[in-house]
């Protein structure tokens, strides 16, 4: 029992600092939000942070318990006494259809309950086993990035497990996969603030429960996967570009920018979130001469300062910084190409 609440208890902690830091950040933003969104996009931007936090915290041989704990205690504190009672511009949505919620709500309880029992329970996938855990136990106990060139597991991105790392230095293994499950309920919230804000909520709510039901969302969110906290993270940059198309306040684009730039680090996959912004900003302003200059940098800057860690990072180990890929245009002695050319051709 002591053990599920210790995993409990290393979720919670990760979540609520995750959650601080980016109303923080939001605040100083002072962008106008919805209080859903403000708590959503607030979880997602703070999880973004507190992992770029965590990666530099390790990468300075700082990675023990009492630093993450103190760092958290020092975040939360910070938004207390800062930022907590400080006005906030605020956008009102209308027309939220209480009983649909509600009739979600129940079709999804008992879901929460179960994916909630295996996420708290020993973790039990193959790739949590072999690598996504094994590694964020391995830094906790030598306390920074070791150098791994035998397995090229240790060179993909891992905005994620910085976070599972935080959750795991106070209980061990099942707070990875409980940090992983609230993205689930992130995203579904995130649907319902979205159909909000475009007067569908009704469709919001519909798309949340189907999403938040499905069989596979819901394995892959009970166990240290990242597959979910990738999803969360491209979704909330669509819906960050949505909000800022229809305000055009330019803020909103640093959120965005935070949004590509966690989805790149999550996974090599969410790259393209950073093309994909930039593409739909660059559309959305043409015709206007000079919008470009000042719309890009709010989003390209964040976007790089999440991803570019971890590139730098295999330049360091493996000299090559998409490793284990391109290793044609990065020749280097720890991935040969034949690998390249026989995952290809499974």
């Known amino acids: 029992m002591s053990a599920v609440l210790w995993a409990a208890a290393g979720a919670l902690f990760t979540g609520v600092v995750s959650l601080a830091l980016g109303l923080c950040i939001l605040r100083k933003l ?17 999880s973004a942070a507190l992992s770029l936090a965590v990666f530099l915290l390790t990468a300075v041989h700082l990675a023990y318990t009492a630093v993450f704990v103190s760092f958290g205690v020092i975040t939360i504190a910070v938004w207390a006494s800062r930022f907590r009672g400080q006005r906030k511009p605020e956008f009102t949505a209308y027309g939220f259809p209480k009983w649909w919620f509600v009739f979600a709500l129940l079709l999804c309880l008992r879901y929460a309950a179960l994916y909630l029992c295996k996420a708290l329970g020993p973790e039990y996938s193959s790739d949590g086993i072999t690598y996504h855990l094994a590694f964020v136990a391995r830094y906790l106990r030598v306390h920074h990035f070791p150098l791994i060139t ?6 993909f991105p891992e905005a994620a497990e910085m976070l599972f790392l935080f959750g795991f230095s106070i209980g061990k293994h099942s707070p990875a996969a409980s940090t992983h499950l609230l993205f ?15 007067n569908a909520a009704k469709a919001g709510i519909a798309a949340a429960a189907m999403f938040f039901m499905a069989p596979i969302v819901g394995w892959d969110a009970s166990v240290s996967y990242v ?51 930039l593409a739909v900003v660059i559309w959305h302003v043409r015709g206007r001469p000079g919008q470009w200059r000042r719309c890009l940098p709010l989003l390209l800057l964040p976007a790089i300062l999440l991803v570019a860690p971890w590139l730098i990072k295999n330049v360091v180990e493996v000299r090559n910084p998409v490793s284990p890929f391109a290793n044609r245009l990065f020749p280097n002695p720890y991935v040969h190409v034949a690998f390249e050319d026989e995952s290809r051709e499974g």
């Not at 002072?30 to 703070?46: M, Q």
């Not at 689930?184 to 475009?198: D, P, W």
Request: proline share 2%; hydrophobic share 60%.
């Open 30 to 46: 002072a962008v106008s939000l919805t209080r859903l969104e403000e708590c959503v996009f607030g979880f997602l931007v703070g």
């Open 184 to 198: 689930l309920f992130a995203t579904a919230a995130a649907l319902i603030g979205f159909g909000l804000r475009l």
């Open 227 to 277: 597959d979910v906290a990738g999803a969360s993270a491209c979704f909330a940059l669509f819906y960050a570009l949505a909000i800022w198309r229809q305000s055009n306040d330019h803020r909103m684009l640093v959120v965005a920018g935070i949004m590509a730039g966690f989805a790149g680090a999550i996974k090599y996959p969410g790259f393209v979130a950073i093309p994909f912004s």
């Open 150 to 155: 035998t397995k090229f597991h240790a060179s």
